[in-house]
């Protein structure tokens, strides 16, 4: 029998021979956590690296915005910046569309990410001059995090196709969970000797090195003359906008609604963990609102990015190997409905923490890898467009329900308790699961129609 053919009854690959080429030491090292076909190490481990640098860089970012938000403003000022964001995505999702449609995926990436690093220039700039820039800086990285982790994926998803990209994702994903981990722990570490501005510096330089890496990539994976991707590397990326995709497609339409539904409870428990950290902050005497929000959002980052490396290492690939994508999307609303069922017995600060660093690494591991590989079976307009609008829009436009539902419900005429908000979540999750069962269907219809490998 075929080697290749015995290969695929594995748990993962364990032959040194597949489809006539001999796997290099780096492939079978790989191949202990994803299944890595020869000569696909390399470029798998790549973009890897692309994805621990963007996350790293973000992760020190976020703990930057979340200690400056947080100790200038308080929780409910946050809440209402996740407003402003989406009224500002319905202007930029446009732009970026029509930049798309007239240039190459690396013209794209590179110059769409060197402009928003140069911000964090004028950021730290505006620090010397006395201005507070929390508010800004938050609205900032809510919207950037968003654009250039879902460019970052729509590249990915060029490069892959369906059945390739089910096996190596759960490998790239490593990267954005050991990035992590890394950038929460170097910004906690690093948070009182360098201060939020020289953190920024640092992140921005990390978004530099990420275009170096897309650029090695592409080149990479475009090299042969006459290949499907070299074609697909010079070719601008088409002319439908975003919205436009979104909105007259069933498959992107629900993805989209589910992620409006995924943030909208996730923000909210997010406000609720806000709430008891305020209320926890005041009452620590002898400690800085900046000092402790600094320490906590660290902490916090932690924990949740060392559960997500451990998922993403170890249990991703496995639940994609043997029960695939459409059954990946059902762990985090399981998990959130539990989560938070608890927390509405039981709305205390130490829990709602735990149900929230759970609720995350699952969403940054199985969540986010499963909704990746939605937009495989997909064209390339979708991949970068639609998806663009889905990741920023939808995703802000979710937040911006949970802000909204927030501010109301923290008003004294309405006075709801963290225990009301558990409750509305635990709504919100069932009508998630109504949403990922629509998807599956989808899916499963697209994915038939798609060439077999």
Known sequence: MDPSVLESHQSFPVF????????GRLDRILSV?????????????????????????YYVLKTVRDALILSQFGPVKAAYASVAQAILLVFLVPAYGAFASRVVRTKLISWVTVFFASHLVVFAALDHAGIRVGAAFYLWLGIVNYLLVGQFWGFANDL???????????????GTATGGVVGAALSTFLFKSLGPYGLMIAGGAALILSVLLTLTVNRRESADVGSKQHRIASEPIGRKGGFRLVFTTRYLFL?????LVLNLVNTTGQNMMNFLANAQAQSMAGTSRLEF?????????TMQNLMTMILQ????????RYFG???ALFVLPAIALGGYALALALPVFGLVRAVKVLENSTDYSIQNTARQALFLPTSREAKYKAKNAIDTFFTRAGD????????AGTQPWLGLQVRHFAALNVLFVLAWIGLVVAIGREHKRMCAAAPAP
């Open 16 to 23: 040194r021979v597949q489809d006539g080429k001999q796997k």
């Open 33 to 57: 956590f994803a299944d890595v076909r020869a000569g696909e190490g390399a470029g798998a481990l790549l973009l890897a690296a692309n994805a621990f640098v963007l996350l790293g860089a």
């Open 160 to 174: 892959y196709d369906e059945h390739k990209g089910k096996r190596l994702f759960p490998l790239v994903g490593m």
């Open 255 to 259: 993805i989209a609604i589910l992620i």
């Open 293 to 301: 929000f600094g320490r906590f959002a660290g902490s916090f980052n």
């Open 313 to 320: 290492l170890f249990i991703v690939s496995r639940i994609f």
């Open 325 to 327: 994508v459409r059954a």
């Open 400 to 407: 911006a329900l949970a802000g909204a539902l927030f501010i």
